[in-house]
C-alpha cells in the first residue's frame, strides 16, 4: 500500500517497527485520561483482540505479559483506534484498578514544571 | 538513580531509547482526546520546553520539526507530564487546527472492528 492508501484504507495493517512492536497508548474509557502507554508485538496484539484484555511485550524482559496478571489490575478493552500511518494503537479500556506498577491510578502522575522539576498532580 | 528513585524523585530526567529518541503522547488540553503521537529526542524536547510549541525528530525524514511549521497546525504546550519509568511524555497541548496532516482532528479518526476492519469515527 502507498502512504495515502495507509491513510485511507478500511484494512487494518499494523506497521510494526525494526523491533517487531508497535506503541499502544492507553486511555480511559470513561474520562479520557492516558493511564500507561506499552509496546505490542504482533502476538501480544492478537492476544489482546482474542481475549478483551492488554496484553503487551516487555522489552526489558523479553517476553509476552498481560497487564495485571499478576496484581488484577487488568485493563478490559472497550475501543482500539488505529493512527493515521498505522503505526500507533490507542486502546479506550477500563481499568480494574491502578494502571501504574507505583500503585498510582495512571503511570503519568507528575507534570514537568518549566524548571526541570517534577511535580506530583 | 535506581528503577524506584526514577519513579519517585522530583528531578526530571527522560530516558531516551537506544535511537536517542522519547515517545510524546499529544492530548487536548481541553477534551482530553488523544491527538498524535510522535518521537522526540534531546533537541527537540529542549525546543518544545524553551518555545512553548512542540517540536518532534521526523525519523522518516530524520530531522527535526516544528510541528504545522507549513501548515500553522502548530501544538501549543499548556502541560508535559512523565511516566512513572521517564520514557514516555504525555503533552497537554492546544491544537491550531486539526493535528492530523490528512486535516483529521486526531491521526487516531478509524476504530478496529473485532473483525479486523477499520471504521471512521
Known sequence: MTESDIETTNRFEPRFDVSGLITAVCVDAAGGEVLMVAHMNAESLAMTRETGFAHFWSRSRQ??????????????????????????????????????????????????????????G
Open 63 to 120: 517476553m509476552l505479559w498481560k497487564k495485571g496478571e499478576s496484581s488484577g489490575h487488568v485493563l478490559r478493552l472497550v475501543e482500539m483506534l488505529v493512527d493515521c500511518d498505522q503505526d500507533c494503537l490507542v486502546l479506550r479500556v477500563e481499568a480494574n484498578g491502578p494502571a501504574c506498577h507505583t500503585n498510582a491510578r495512571t503511570c503519568f502522575y507528575r507534570k514537568v514544571t518549566p524548571d526541570g522539576l517534577l511535580q506530583r
